[in-house]
């Protein structure tokens, strides 16, 4: 590592202490404004979360450069630097914004550090419960210092799943899942990418499919996911890569249970 998980978690405690939970509740209505659509949201925590931890992040590692989910709204072309050699950070101030906007509990802080185009680093901090969930490359996934591991298989119909998957996007796979639906197990569904991935790595969770692949979304929980003995990748069985995608994104407990299950939802 060429940072200390230590410092960045306490940037990420700090961030969300001082710039996230004075907004929770507090939000008047021109402090929410939309960007793509009526519930894609940003708000002013959101604005003054990423513009701090840009600012600090690039002084804890001098010559790295930064990715916001806000930013890259403003210039699409800022995410041109993913596929760049050098540091890259990758930041989604506050994962579940419309959550967030309408006093919803299930909203998080995703970091990730990016290395030459591989995933180094990656933090997912829940400022309403104290909890950061860290991970690097080759050194395991923890909370709080405590070590993590996905849940294990069970038989399909017990597996607790996301499922985002909409007719939009991806009409064969959305129909496919509304076919098997009766074989399947419980679902969650927080509209909170970072509170999902939490959920996986405590074993709450055994599986998800994510249809909408935005870097800040997914880079650190695939990591993350991988750390705690997970398997990912896209459901055409190409590795996840730290950039804007268009595939649906399949996590599993392990490699076994990854094939069956795209197996199933692409029959």
């Known amino acids: 590592m060429t940072v200390s998980v230590t410092q960045v978690t306490a940037l990420l405690e700090e961030a969300g202490k001082n710039h996230v939970l004075p907004w929770f509740r507090e ?38 450069r930064v990715v916001g989910e806000e930013a890259a709204a403003r210039d699409h072309s800022t995410l041109d630097v993913l596929e760049q050699h050098g540091h890259v950070w990758i930041i989604d101030p506050v994962d579940g914004t419309h959550n967030f906007a309408h006093g919803k509990n299930e909203f998080a802080i995703i970091l990730a ?20 969930i860290t991970a ?17 298989p069970r038989p399909l119909a017990e597996m607790r799943a996301v499922l985002y998957v909409g007719p939009k996007r991806f009409p064969d796979l959305y ?7 009766p074989e399947l197990g419980p679902r969650s569904f927080s509209r909170s990418a970072g509170i999902e991935y939490v959920r996986l790595v405590e074993g709450h969770v055994h599986y998800a499919i994510f249809t909408r692949q935005l870097p800040w979304d997914h880079a650190a929980g695939t990591l993350i996911h991988r750390e705690a003995g997970g398997y990912a990748a896209y459901l055409d069985g190409a590795p996840y890569l730290p950039v804007e995608e268009t595939k649906p994104l399949l ?3 392990d490699r076994a249970t990854w094939n069956m299950l795209a197996e199933l939802f692409l029959a």
């Open 27 to 64: 939000l008047k209505a021109h402090e929410i404004q939309t960007k793509s659509g009526p519930d894609d949201l940003v708000t002013v925590a959101d604005l003054a979360c990423e513009a701090f931890l840009s600012e600090r992040l690039q002084m804890l590692l001098p010559e790295s």
């Open 251 to 253: 996590l599993a407990p």
């Open 175 to 181: 129909a496919r899942v509304r076919e098997v639906r």
């Open 136 to 152: 690097f490359r080759g050194g395991g996934s923890f909370c709080n210092e405590v070590r993590l591991r996905v849940a294990s």
């Open 113 to 132: 550090l990016v290395k030459d185009g591989e995933m180094e680093a990656g933090w997912i901090h829940v400022p309403l419960e104290g909890k950061t």
